[in-house]
């Protein structure tokens, strides 16, 4: 939601941060916008739309200077055009400011600055308020200041004052037209980080826009306020205390974020899984107890043996990870368990035993409603673990325990290697807790070797991808797609039906299959294709009963199965997707990425921008 990118140092400010706002285009697109400052004046460039537009606006007429700040924006308030674009500036025009995030009291402000009948505001957002009101504070408080250095402290001291008036969230950058190589700072609820770097710093939404340039990084902190100049920061608290902050080092590298030779990050992303389940995995399999192994949990054996309730929760990808969760903890360590969505369970009252423990799913780990809901449950004594796959991010920070996804940087809007992840980790979260109590040796034994196998299998289903393409295409004309499975595959059909929700802009929705005659048969029709998660399991035949019903009035079929399956479906089904024969328990991960393929296939033949699909951003920070 957002990306936001600050510079100073010796080079020429606006590669950097044009590069940085390419980086973090996938936290929104609606606009784009960038502040340099040329000795005493700021030039500014921005416009609504990509920030391709934005680099021709640069190219055609560029900046110079050696510190400013730039913006891209998903918008909150205020439509995206060019007037609304950010950076915003006060009213002086030597303030200008860049912010991801919601100032909830903006009216208020603004009402109040304009009854003193000095300001102007060119723009429909709650940014330009904030702006006007820091410009205003510190303006009033620099009357007869010569001292330049006390500028300096002075611009600090407007934002600190500004932000104690602010109700919402927000990450800022900010410079002054009259303080040379300086750039301002802070944090709530939107995530910003410093990067730290030779004779130059750095502050962005993300450590992938400075990662080229740094991998020395200091994570900000809710409250947390910082002066940055060219060789040195000062971090303090919105309270205006001195703060003390590690640098840790960025786990990836400028390389990990490239595309590299596929044409979209989602297809990259989605041919990584072998490698990224893989790693979700390493180290955390003991074969010898036939158990999993997370320290991260923070929990000894007694303390989990005690767990006797479990909810999951996330928004969107995330959470339908914790439906599969739920199937597979309750299954294989009997202990009851609930999904909740972030966004009602942070506002609802719950009614929850004292020995729950409560997970939070989430890959960027700075999803506002997921947050919200590991919060609150900390606020009521609850233990509150984090699957996160960003390391850094204030999830994991927040959180009591947990385990990293460790999947690699996802840049692609539609999650895809992430969830497999999610679940990959939820079934050693089973595994754990179930050969604490029930679990068999020999099933523990047999889930490591279902999980073990995983990697070669899924490369076994990326062989299919040309096949999945020939199929998509074949249906590129449809008014939408269902997708129906049962069990552990329902939460696939949920999952399958979001990626094409999302990147094809085409209606579609995801059932347990036995739903189908409760209502949904209504929908059935040619030109409407069901794709039925159907492998040879214990439900296959059930499974084969409703694909008939959906036969027998014309609706298209196609089915994800096993090998063994294929027999039976090839006369029934329209087309067949034959993954690899497996456990159970992996099927999940198996059967989703044909469905991530075909999605991804379906959105390239309708010609939609894979990547950044239409109003979407990833990272969701607002509520
Ligand atoms: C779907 C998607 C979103 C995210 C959701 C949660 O493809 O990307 O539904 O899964 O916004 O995001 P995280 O996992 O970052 O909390």
Same mark, same amino acid.
């Given at each position: 939601?957002?990306?936001?990118?600050?510079?100073?140092?010796?080079?020429?400010?606006?590669?950097?941060?044009?590069?940085?706002?390419?980086? /973090?285009?996938?936290?929104?697109?609606?606009?784009?916008?960038?502040?340099?400052?040329?000795?005493?004046?700021?030039?500014?460039?921005?416009?609504?739309?990509? *920030?391709?537009?934005?680099?021709?606006?640069?190219? #055609?007429?560029?900046?110079?200077?050696?510190?400013?700040?730039?913006?891209?924006?998903?918008?909150?308030?205020?439509?995206?055009?060019?007037?609304?674009?950010?950076?915003?500036?006060?009213?002086?025009?030597?303030?200008?400011?860049?912010?991801?995030?919601?100032?909830?009291?903006?009216?208020?402000?603004?009402?109040?600055?304009?009854?003193?009948?000095?300001?102007?505001?060119?723009?429909?957002?709650?940014?330009?308020?904030?702006?006007?009101?820091?410009? +205003? *504070?510190? %303006?009033?408080?620099?009357?007869?200041?010569?001292?330049?250095?006390?500028?300096?402290?002075?611009?600090?001291?407007?934002?600190?004052?500004?932000?104690?008036?602010?109700?919402?969230?927000?990450?800022?950058?900010? !410079?002054?037209?009259?303080?040379? %190589?300086? *750039?301002?700072?802070?944090?709530?609820?939107?995530?910003?980080?410093?990067?730290?770097? +030779?004779?130059?710093?750095?502050?962005?939404?993300?450590?992938?826009?400075?990662?080229?340039?740094?991998?020395?990084?200091?994570?900000?902190?809710?409250?947390?306020?910082?002066?940055?100049?060219? #060789?040195?920061?000062?971090?303090?608290?919105?309270?205006?205390?001195?703060?003390?902050?590690?640098?840790?080092?960025?786990?990836?590298?400028?390389?990990?974020?490239?595309? &590299?030779?596929?044409?979209?990050?989602?297809?990259?992303?989605?041919?990584?899984?072998?490698?990224?389940?893989?790693?979700?995995?390493?180290?955390?399999?003991?074969?010898?107890?036939?158990?999993?192994?997370?320290?991260?949990?923070?929990?000894?054996?007694?303390?989990?043996?005690?767990?006797?309730?479990?909810?999951?929760?996330?928004?969107?990808?995330?959470?339908?990870?914790?439906?599969?969760?739920?199937?597979?903890?309750?299954?294989?360590?009997?202990?009851?368990?609930?999904?909740?969505?972030?966004?009602?369970?942070?506002?609802?009252?719950?009614?929850?035993?004292?020995?729950?423990?409560?997970?939070?799913?989430?890959?960027?780990?700075?999803?506002?409603?997921?947050?919200?809901?590991?919060?609150?449950?900390?606020?009521?004594?609850?233990?509150? /673990?984090?699957?996160?796959?960003? !390391?850094?991010?204030?999830?994991?920070?927040?959180?009591?325990?947990?385990?990293?996804?460790?999947?690699?940087?996802?840049?692609?809007?539609?999650?895809? +290697?992430?969830?497999?992840?999610?679940?990959?980790?939820?079934?050693?979260?089973?595994?754990?807790?179930?050969?604490?109590?029930?679990?068999?040796?020999?099933? &523990?034994?047999?889930?490591?070797?279902?999980?073990?196998?995983?990697?070669?299998?899924?490369?076994?289903?990326?062989?299919?991808? #040309?096949?999945? +393409?020939?199929?998509?295409?074949? @249906?590129?004309?449809?008014?939408?797609?269902?997708?129906?499975?049962?069990?552990?595959?329902?939460?696939?059909?949920?999952?399958?039906?979001?990626?094409?929700?999302?990147?094809? @802009?085409?209606?579609?929705?995801?059932?347990?299959?036995?739903?189908?005659?409760?209502?949904?048969?209504?929908?059935?029709?040619?030109?409407?294709?069901? *794709?039925?998660?159907?492998?040879?399991?214990?439900?296959?035949?059930?499974?084969?009963?409703?694909?008939?019903?959906?036969?027998?009035?014309?609706?298209?079929?196609?089915?994800?199965?096993?090998?063994?399956?294929?027999?039976?479906?090839?006369?029934?089904?329209? #087309?067949?997707?034959?993954?690899?024969?497996?456990?159970?328990?992996?099927?999940?991960?198996?059967?989703?990425?044909?469905?991530?393929?075909?999605?991804?296939?379906?959105?390239?033949?309708?010609?939609?921008?894979?990547?950044?699909?239409?109003?979407?951003?990833?990272?969701?920070?607002?509520?």
């Amino acid at each position: 939601m957002c990306g936001i990118v600050g510079y100073v140092g010796k080079a020429d400010a606006a590669p950097i941060l044009l590069d940085g706002l390419r980086r /973090l285009e996938y936290r929104g697109y609606d606009s784009a916008g960038i502040a340099v400052v040329n000795h005493d004046h700021v030039e500014t460039r921005k416009c609504a739309g990509r *920030i391709s537009g934005l680099l021709k606006l640069v190219a #055609d007429d560029p900046t110079n200077g050696t510190y400013g700040i730039s913006h891209t924006r998903w918008a909150t308030h205020g439509k995206p055009t060019d007037q609304n674009a950010h950076p915003h500036f006060d009213e002086s025009g030597k303030l200008a400011l860049v912010h991801n995030g919601v100032i909830e009291n903006f009216q208020e402000i603004k009402d109040a600055l304009l009854r003193e009948g000095e300001h102007h505001f060119t723009s429909e957002t709650d940014t330009e308020v904030l702006a006007h009101l820091v410009g +205003k *504070i510190y %303006d009033d408080s620099a009357v007869g200041v010569a001292d330049p250095r006390r500028h300096k402290a002075l611009l600090v001291e407007a934002l600190r004052s500004a932000l104690q008036q602010v109700i919402g969230t927000y990450g800022i950058a900010m !410079v002054h037209a009259d303080i040379p %190589d300086f *750039i301002v700072g802070a944090r709530r609820g939107s995530p910003l980080v410093l990067g730290v770097g +030779k004779d130059e710093n750095f502050l962005a939404s993300d450590v992938s826009a400075i990662v080229a340039y740094t991998r020395d990084a200091v994570y900000l902190n809710d409250f947390d306020l910082v002066a940055v100049e060219r #060789d040195k920061f000062e971090i303090s608290s919105l309270a205006g205390e001195r703060g003390e902050h590690a640098i840790s080092k960025v786990e990836f590298t400028a390389e990990d974020i490239k595309k &590299g030779d596929y044409p979209h990050y989602m297809l990259k992303e989605i041919f990584e899984q072998p490698g990224s389940v893989r790693d979700a995995m390493r180290g955390r399999l003991n074969l010898e107890e036939c158990t999993a192994k997370l320290g991260g949990l923070n929990m000894t054996p007694a303390q989990l043996r005690e767990v006797g309730r479990i909810v999951l929760t996330g928004c969107g990808t995330a959470l339908h990870a914790g439906m599969v969760g739920e199937y597979l903890i309750e299954q294989l360590a009997n202990i009851p368990t609930e999904v909740e969505y972030a966004s009602e369970f942070r506002h609802r009252n719950t009614p929850m035993a004292n020995d729950t423990l409560v997970f939070a799913i989430s890959q960027s780990g700075e999803t506002a409603d997921t947050l919200g809901a590991l919060r609150e449950s900390q606020r009521k004594g609850f233990r509150t /673990l984090g699957i996160c796959n960003n !390391v850094a991010s204030t999830i994991a920070r927040e959180s009591d325990g947990g385990v990293y996804m460790h999947a690699g940087p996802e840049i692609g809007v539609a999650a895809t +290697k992430s969830f497999t992840s999610q679940v990959v980790i939820l079934t050693l979260i089973g595994l754990l807790l179930g050969r604490m109590r029930h679990l068999s040796t020999a099933a &523990g034994s047999r889930i490591i070797e279902a999980l073990e196998s995983l990697p070669d299998k899924l490369e076994q289903v990326l062989k299919l991808s #040309d096949q999945i +393409k020939t199929i998509a295409q074949k @249906y590129a004309e449809s008014t939408g797609v269902l997708f129906f499975g049962r069990q552990l595959n329902f939460p696939i059909a949920l999952e399958a039906a979001l990626k094409v929700k999302e990147i094809t @802009y085409l209606y579609s929705e995801g059932h347990p299959s036995a739903e189908l005659k409760h209502g949904i048969i209504a929908l059935v029709r040619p030109g409407l294709p069901s *794709i039925f998660i159907a492998p040879d399991d214990a439900l296959f035949s059930k499974n084969l009963n409703n694909i008939e019903q959906v036969r027998a009035r014309k609706g298209p079929i196609i089915t994800v199965t096993t090998e063994s399956g294929a027999g039976k479906l090839k006369e029934i089904a329209d #087309d067949l997707i034959v993954v690899p024969e497996a456990d159970d328990v992996v099927m999940p991960v198996l059967s989703v990425v044909p469905l991530q393929l075909f999605a991804y296939h379906l959105a390239v033949a309708l010609g939609r921008d894979v990547d950044k699909p239409r109003n979407l951003a990833k990272s969701v920070t607002v509520e």
